[in-house]
């Protein structure tokens, strides 16, 4: 019997450690109540009872200390999100959404294979957007996540906002261990900033509405300067072996054409010599050099890694040449 209570106790201590409500005496979280109060007009005692109503989760602490662009080589990123399976899924969702793709595509000058390469890495084409509460996670991010504390904080700010602006519960909404939410995955404050109405039906629907998830991320990439037209990103060897290096892989183009090719860099492109470029280093099986130009680097403006942007460029790749071949 007494063995049994001690198991009892350390089960239920380990549940508390990994899992409490919210103390909304805390000063951190009694400055982030009052800030919703004075400088955006919530009631004090409505904050408190969604603040309060909130759990903070261990396993969303774990998740976001091991992000897979940091534990991982290219080759076995690549490998999970360029499976035939998902190239297969990827076809369907063209054939479904083509019209829709190639419409705003044509309007915003965002490469529907763009679009479709986001929404497959992102979600699998709509089938994982994921099942944590985002109240939970932000509120778990904001307040028991010090390094990243000032950023979450102000990620539950928009997430408050934008509930209200939209008439959502926020203790309902789902979404990833960081709180993105929907099918392409948007933060509360590239919600807020860039979500768009794209079918005019007067509410933007990032959950269910594929034509406002497509015109949505094509309208974040636009006002991330995303350049009509323009390359993304190119293979390159140098014309010494003996003289490669490995870059810095940049999340920004540090470089131009003219540059990378007096360097000893070759790559082909249409793009100009003054274009801003990068030469980037990609570890696997058999190592890769890449240039990325502008348009690259907007897309890491969606998630902040190399390997997220040519996985999403692979991956739209590999889907309009399947596409092609069953046109042809």
């Known amino acids: 019997m007494t063995i049994r209570i001690l198991f009892l106790l350390v089960l239920l201590t380990s549940i508390l450690k990994t899992a409490h409500a919210f103390d909304t005496s805390r000063q951190e979280i009694k400055q982030f109540i009052n800030n919703m109060v004075t400088q955006h007009g919530f009631e ?14 261990e396993s969303i602490l774990q998740a976001i200390s091991r992000p897979a662009e940091k534990t991982l080589t290219w080759q076995k990123y690549r490998n999970i999100f360029l499976k035939p399976e998902r190239i297969k899924e990827g076809v369907k969702f063209w054939k479904q959404h083509h019209d829709t ?13 763009i679009i479709i390469g986001i929404i497959g890495v992102e979600t699998y084409f709509g089938r994982i957007t994921g099942n944590y509460s985002v109240l939970n996670a932000l509120c778990t991010l904001a307040f028991d996540y010090p390094r990243r504390s000032p950023f979450f904080t102000k990620e539950l700010e928009h997430f408050l906002l934008l509930s209200r602006e939209e008439g959502m519960n926020p203790q309902q909404a789902t979404g990833s261990y960081a709180g993105a939410m929907g099918k392409p995955q948007f933060m509360p404050s590239s919600f807020r900033a860039y979500a768009v109405d794209a079918n005019g039906d007067g509410k933007i629907d990032i959950w269910n509405d594929w034509q406002d998830v497509i015109g949505s991320i094509a309208n974040y990439l636009v006002q991330r300067d995303w350049q009509r037209g323009n390359e993304i990103i190119t293979k390159a060897e140098f014309k010494d072996s003996s003289k490669k290096i490995t870059p810095e ?11 990378l090719k007096e360097k000893g860099i070759i790559f082909d492109t249409h ?12 570890d696997g099986e058999a190592d890769e050099y890449w240039v990325g130009f502008h348009n690259f680097f907007v897309i ?7 390997m997220y942007a040519l996985a999403v460029y692979q991956l739209g790749q590999e889907i309009t040449s399947e596409i092609n071949l069953v046109s042809n």
């Open 249 to 259: 892989n940049s999340l920004k183009a540090n470089d131009n054409v003219r540059s």
């Open 271 to 282: 793009m100009s010599k003054d274009h801003p470029s990068q030469l980037l280093f990609f």
């Open 300 to 306: 890491t403006t969606y998630n902040r890694s190399i």
């Open 44 to 57: 004090k005692n409505k904050i408190e009872s969604i603040i309060s109503s909130a759990i903070s989760q």
């Open 101 to 113: 793709l190639l419409k705003i595509s044509d309007k915003t000058g965002v490469n529907a294979e």
